[in-house]
């Protein structure tokens, strides 16, 4: 039953005043040049032995996509190999080939937007028991393939035999064009042989970290840090220091950083995101939780 509303966490989607100065710098300093680079990084095989038991392994794909697999079980969050999203190009190669990656027990989207759902990464890749989108988005996925298309509300949770997922709040919007505001958003918890996994999805930083800190205990938290300088000027992306105190909020072991680096959707620098995350790890005595993998490189606790 969903005990938190979504429109209470909806982030709108007017832009905020100074949005055709940032949108001017965002095209001459960011999209522009990234037209003529060559995409940067290494594509590897995945490890395809599963974990032993009690451990789960993480490899970051890119963006916001992550290849888990646990000793039982393996599922796919946010699949996206796109080279471009319209006039926005990869700026790193995906950290796995996709068409190396083994059937996975599930897929998670965390909401409609074109870099989280990416209808040909989709196409392409096999899930045993299907497909888990937010309420709102089985019509953009019912033509995919999937034998089952699970839609989720907040705080609604499912279980596939002994792997528990939970839908959690966010501060975004789902809306994949204008018009579609009905369409739900929001993060993940994964558990499955005592490992609990939080991918966040898009959100500024909010209150309901706290909450989902309080409600459930979490081993790895995967947190998004880019893309908060937007041109639009909207409250719709934590920067690096927010994504810290929301870290630290959920009371999660280690976190891993996500949406930075892949696509150019901030003005914010391609370096930047990471450097000012550390500095504030190490500022608050948390450095030694964060992990930053690199596009491909498995990290198994």
Not at 157 to 168: A, N, P
Not at 279 to 300: K, N, Q, S
Request: glycine letters at 8%.
């Amino acid at each position: 039953m969903n005990s938190d509303p979504i429109e209470k966490h909806y982030a709108g989607i007017l832009p905020k005043k100074g949005w055709a100065g940032r949108n001017y710098r965002f095209l001459r300093h960011r999209l522009i040049p990234q037209i003529f680079q060559k995409a940067e990084g290494e594509t590897h095989a995945p490890i395809l032995d599963a974990p032993v038991d009690g451990q789960v392994r993480v490899t970051w794909i890119g963006h916001a996509s992550f290849f888990v697999q646990f000793a039982e079980h393996s599922i796919l969050i946010d699949p996206n190999w796109a080279r471009w999203h319209g006039i926005v190009k990869r700026e790193r190669l995906p950290g796995l080939h996709i068409d190396d990656v083994p059937e996975v027990d599930l897929i998670l989207v965390s909401h409609a937007h074109f870099d989280h759902l990416h209808k040909p990464s989709l196409r392409t890749l096999q899930a045993r028991d299907g497909i888990v989108v937010p309420t709102g988005s089985r019509s953009i996925v019912k033509k995919l393939g999937f034998s089952s298309i699970q839609e989720m509300s907040i705080w609604e949770s499912v279980h596939y035999g002994d792997m528990e997922v939970i839908h959690t709040p966010s501060h975004h919007w789902g809306a994949r064009y204008l018009h579609d505001t009905h369409r739900d958003y929001g993060g993940y918890i994964v558990k499955s042989g005592g490992r609990n996994i939080f991918h966040a999805g898009d959100s500024a930083y909010f209150e309901g970290f706290k909450d989902i800190g309080r409600r459930e205990r979490i081993d790895i938290a995967l947190l998004p840090i880019g893309a908060y300088d937007a041109p639009s000027g909207r409250d719709v992306h934590m920067n690096p220091e927010e994504a810290v105190k929301a870290f630290i909020e959920l009371g999660a072991s280690l976190m891993i950083p996500m949406h930075y680096g892949t696509f150019p959707l901030g003005n914010e620098k391609a370096h930047e995101p990471a450097e000012r995350l550390l500095a504030e790890a190490e500022r608050l005595g948390v450095a030694d939780r964060i992990i930053i993998p690199h596009e491909g490189e498995a990290v198994e606790v």
